[in-house]
Nanobody, 118 residues
Framework: VKVVEYGGGSLQAGGSLKLSCVVS????????MGWFRQAPGKEREEVAT???????TYTDSVKGRFTVSQDSTQSTLFLQMDSLKSEDSGMYYC?????????????WGKGTPVTISG
């Protein structure tokens, strides 16, 4: 199983960025997938998830600004990030689970960096 994130970068506060995550080697359609992030010196936090039944969950700090979605095959996960703030900076990781989100993630990507200045 391979999980690869794309789309990280550096930009000014207020801008937008779209991350993509491609999962290969296993059919994760109908399973939990999500985005996590870790800022320097901080613990990794959950950003947004899509559960087996399609329920989307966001951490409070990104509600109204970030949107998680999947392509029709559910093998690609996206994270549209708008109105970015400096506190959104960090390494963003994509993960896929083997069941419902409450049981945790099983496969992780290596991350893509996001740096917001200003």
């Amino acid at each position: 199983v391979k999980v690869v994130e794309y789309g990280g970068g550096s930009l000014q506060a207020g801008g937008s960025l779209k991350l993509s995550c491609v999962v290969s080697g296993y059919d994760f359609s109908g399973y939990c997938m999500g985005w996590f992030r870790q800022a320097p010196g901080k613990e990794r936090e959950e950003v947004a998830t899509v559960d087996r039944d399609g329920t989307k969950t966001y951490t409070d700090s990104v509600k109204g600004r970030f949107t998680v979605s999947q392509d029709s095959t559910q093998s690609t996960l996206f994270l549209q990030m708008d109105s970015l703030k400096s506190e959104d900076s960090g390494m963003y990781y994509c993960a896929a689970g083997g069941s419902w989100c409450l049981y945790g993630m099983k496969y992780w990507g290596k991350g893509t960096p996001v740096t917001i200045s200003g």
